[in-house]
């Protein structure tokens, strides 16, 4: 069965910082693209950032660039998210998939994450 679990969300104040991370299992990790998406409230959902196989490319929203890097560890099927100077309207649920593009076969419940003084 293939399981995506997401943690780390929480609420920060603006400026501030948070590591997501996605546990994956279920299916051979290092096989797939991973994706962080996120869902703010009333708005459809927007793709954030993709990581290839091994990690040596990786794309970003124009939103996000410069302020979150994705990364992952094949060793420990894990896939990650770090978030500096975050911004109000970075609030969202955030949630890992696989896959190349949408649409993603799997995704994971999400982690929420607040922004805000």
């Known amino acids: 069965e293939v399981r995506l679990v997401e943690s780390g969300g929480g609420m920060v104040q603006p400026g501030g910082s948070l590591r997501l991370s996605c546990a994956a299992s279920g299916f051979t990790f290092s096989d797939y693209y991973m994706n962080w998406v996120r869902q703010a409230p009333g708005k459809g959902p927007e793709w954030v950032s993709r990581?290839?196989?091994?990690?040596?490319?990786?794309d970003y929203v124009d939103s996000v660039k410069g302020r979150f890097t994705i990364s992952r560890d094949n060793a420990r099927n894990t896939l990650y998210l770090q978030m500096n100077s975050l911004k109000p309207e970075d609030t969202a649920l955030y949630y890992c998939?696989?896959?190349?593009?949408?649409?993603?076969?799997?995704r994971g419940r999400g982690t929420q994450v607040t922004v805000s003084s």
């Open positions: 990581i290839s196989l091994r990690g040596g490319q990786t």
């Open positions: 998939t696989r896959g190349w593009t949408a649409p993603y076969d799997y």
